[in-house]
């Protein structure tokens, strides 16, 4: 007979949303670990296999893999490095390994909206950075937007003070690290995927992240409420092996770049919505949202500026000018 669901899905764990591809087409696996739908890189991965296998049926064909069910962020570049996976957007915070020009996204309280980040990314010194890998054999494609992060931890989060002595999840950054420890809070690097079960058993206090991830990942659903901070972002970078991209024939090569900025585009106009239809979906599940007073947001900001003068070495005092410039 036929088998239900979930023993299909048992049998073939790490089955990805598209797996139609036929001998002879060159596979594209595309690993990530967001929900597929609810998140605009989840969406975007989705709707990029969708076109390179409607338009490229016969040459290409992409597989995508969400929910870390293939490789969480701190596996999937060595994957790709060793060929065993070819395209993923990993938040620009998990870079650190590879280069510390991308540290430049995760400075506190830097871009006002994420429209200054597009603006910034889309500059020509936010396209340089998509090439600070290359002697790490990985090539930056894209700039894909999730959105800005709110903060929640297993109390109300009002003052920078209520962070201090709570355990705070984090990304693989240093810079994140500096910005709890500027809180007196302490920051525990983990994978994505382990966030929910450590906020669930107080393994953690709390975290930062986008409404998205909040909602599709159910944070909420173990905080005590959210704080509506934008204190920073989280942005990916569509990347691949450089070796792999340009070993690709012209004409293939070219048709995927075209495909992929498409989707980048249409991907990035909608982020913001789809946030915001997340964080409704928060407000319906009667989580409560808490709202910062202007004075009570200069506070944060003041209390993780020492941030920015850590890291500026790495960075380049001329990048942070060009950031800062994209909010106007
Ligand atoms: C996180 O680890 O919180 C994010 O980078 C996950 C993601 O890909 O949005």
């Known amino acids: 007979g036929l088998l239900t669901g979930a023993a299909l899905?048992?049998?073939?764990a790490a089955a990805p949303a598209y797996a139609q591809c036929d001998s002879g087409e060159m596979v594209i696996k595309f690993s990530h670990v967001v929900a597929p739908q609810g998140n605009p890189k989840g969406e975007a991965a989705t709707k990029l296999a969708q076109r390179i296998n409607d338009e490229m049926?016969?040459?290409?064909c992409m597989e995508v893999y969400p929910n870390s069910q293939l490789y969480n962020d701190d596996k999937v570049l060595e994957a790709m490095q060793l060929g065993d996976v070819q395209m993923a957007a990993p938040s620009l915070s998990k870079f650190e390994k590879?280069?510390?020009k991308l540290r430049i996204f995760d400075l506190p309280f830097l871009f006002k909206d994420i429209e200054a980040?597009?603006?910034?990314?889309?500059?020509?010194?936010?396209?340089?950075?998509?090439?600070?890998?290359?002697?790490?054999?990985l090539l930056g494609l894209a700039y894909w937007h999730n959105g800005?992060?709110?903060l929640s931890a297993n109390k109300p989060l009002i003052e920078p003070s209520d962070a201090a002595g709570l355990k705070f999840r984090i990304q693989t950054s240093d810079v994140l690290e500096a910005q709890f420890k500027a809180l007196g809070a302490n920051p525990?690097?983990?994978?994505?995927?382990?966030?929910?079960?450590?906020?669930?058993?107080?393994?953690?206090?709390?975290?930062?992240?986008?409404?998205?991830?909040?909602?599709?990942?159910?944070?909420y659903e173990v905080q005590d409420g959210i704080t509506h901070t934008d204190h920073g972002i989280i942005d990916y970078l569509v990347v691949v092996s450089a070796d792999w991209w340009t070993g690709l024939k012209p004409d293939v090569r070219d048709k995927l770049k075209k495909i992929l900025l498409e989707v980048t585009?249409?991907?990035?106009e909608a982020s913001a919505a789809i946030n915001e239809d997340n964080r409704k979906k928060i407000l319906a599940a009667g989580t409560t949202i808490r709202e910062l007073t202007p004075t009570q947001r200069e506070d944060w900001v003041k209390a993780v500026?020492?941030?920015?003068?850590?890291?500026?070495g790495d960075i380049g005092a001329d990048m942070i000018a060009a950031a800062k410039a994209a909010n106007n």
């Open 305 to 312: 500026e020492p941030v920015w003068t850590q890291f500026e």
């Open 117 to 137: 980040v597009d603006r910034f990314q889309m500059s020509d010194k936010g396209q340089e950075l998509l090439g600070s890998m290359k002697s790490k054999g």
């Open 148 to 150: 800005m992060k709110q």
């Open 9 to 12: 899905a048992g049998l073939v």
């Open 188 to 219: 525990q690097k983990m994978a994505f995927s382990e966030v929910y079960g450590a906020l669930q058993t107080g393994v953690v206090d709390g975290q930062e992240n986008t409404w998205s991830n909040i909602y599709t990942k159910k944070f």
């Open 57 to 60: 049926n016969g040459v290409a």
């Open 265 to 268: 585009r249409e991907s990035n």
């Open 98 to 100: 590879y280069t510390k």
